[in-house]
């Protein structure tokens, strides 16, 4: 169970992360990136699907409970459509070797899903450079948000804080399967939360400070 205090915190949390417009923003953002997925991603769309991938609509600032008139590009660490994005992108077989692969993961049947992910972190070389555990984990959880989740080292330190368990963010399947029956313990079961408000809540409270005292 989550304790009192970081249930409290949470809750705090939520007054921004349950408004219709928050929720509208992440939704809207995700659902034209499936489109973009199941039609079949070009190595040309692969900016305009990482900008998706990252559309949010939150407050300018964290004391405040006021959402922003306009969506940002925000919802993700900078290099997620950053450095890591241009790395991927460096050369027009680089992107079409990303594309692919984004391709594969997304089309994979429910019993390879996890196969593949693990071809994403296979020892160098490696298909898809800078992709780490970000890109792989958010195309699982497009496919299926009610059991995946985006998975990135600081999320899982803010997660293992709320549980006082070690969750290892080595690129591992096994890792990221103990990440994904931890947030579906504090978040999907205790809580209920929808998919979209979860790594808002565990950033927020990084940010915050709240979890200082619960490591």
Same mark, same amino acid.
């Given at each position: 169970m989550l304790r009192a205090a970081t249930a409290t915190e949470i809750e705090k949390i939520r007054r921004i992360s349950r408004k219709p417009a928050f929720l509208r923003a992440r939704?809207?953002?995700?659902?034209? %990136?499936?489109? /973009? !997925? *199941? %039609?079949?991603?070009?190595?040309n769309e692969l900016r305009r699907f990482f900008r998706l991938c990252n559309t949010e609509r939150t407050p300018a600032q964290?004391?405040?409970d006021k959402l922003r008139a306009k969506d940002t590009d925000t919802r993700f660490p900078q *290099?997620? #459509?950053g450095a890591n994005l241009n790395h991927m992108l460096q050369t027009?077989? #680089?992107? =079409?070797?990303c594309a692919r692969w984004i391709t594969r993961? @997304?089309? %994979?049947?429910? $019993? $390879?899903? /996890?196969?593949?992910?693990?071809?994403?972190?296979?020892?160098r070389p490696r298909p898809v450079n800078g992709a780490g555990t970000g890109l792989p984990t958010?195309?699982? +959880?497009?496919?299926?948000p009610a059991t995946y989740?985006? @998975? !990135?080292?600081?999320?899982?330190?803010?997660?293992?804080?709320? #549980?006082? =368990? #070690?969750?290892?963010? $080595?690129?591992?399947?096994?890792? +990221?399967?103990?990440y994904n029956q931890a947030v579906?313990?504090?978040?999907?079961?205790?809580?209920?939360?929808?998919?979209? =408000?979860?790594?808002?809540?565990? @950033?927020? !409270? /990084?940010? $915050?400070?709240?979890l200082k005292n619960h490591a």
């Amino acid at each position: 169970m989550l304790r009192a205090a970081t249930a409290t915190e949470i809750e705090k949390i939520r007054r921004i992360s349950r408004k219709p417009a928050f929720l509208r923003a992440r939704r809207d953002a995700e659902e034209e %990136a499936r489109r /973009l !997925l *199941s %039609a079949g991603l070009d190595s040309n769309e692969l900016r305009r699907f990482f900008r998706l991938c990252n559309t949010e609509r939150t407050p300018a600032q964290t004391s405040s409970d006021k959402l922003r008139a306009k969506d940002t590009d925000t919802r993700f660490p900078q *290099s997620f #459509t950053g450095a890591n994005l241009n790395h991927m992108l460096q050369t027009p077989q #680089t992107a =079409e070797e990303c594309a692919r692969w984004i391709t594969r993961l @997304w089309q %994979a049947k429910k $019993d $390879d899903e /996890l196969s593949v992910l693990e071809l994403f972190w296979q020892p160098r070389p490696r298909p898809v450079n800078g992709a780490g555990t970000g890109l792989p984990t958010v195309i699982l +959880y497009l496919k299926r948000p009610a059991t995946y989740s985006v @998975w !990135l080292p600081k999320l899982s330190k803010a997660l293992s804080s709320i #549980t006082g =368990e #070690t969750l290892p963010c $080595d690129q591992e399947v096994h890792n +990221y399967g103990r990440y994904n029956q931890a947030v579906d313990r504090c978040f999907r079961i205790e809580v209920k939360v929808e998919p979209q =408000e979860i790594d808002y809540i565990l @950033w927020r !409270l /990084l940010e $915050d400070g709240s979890l200082k005292n619960h490591a």
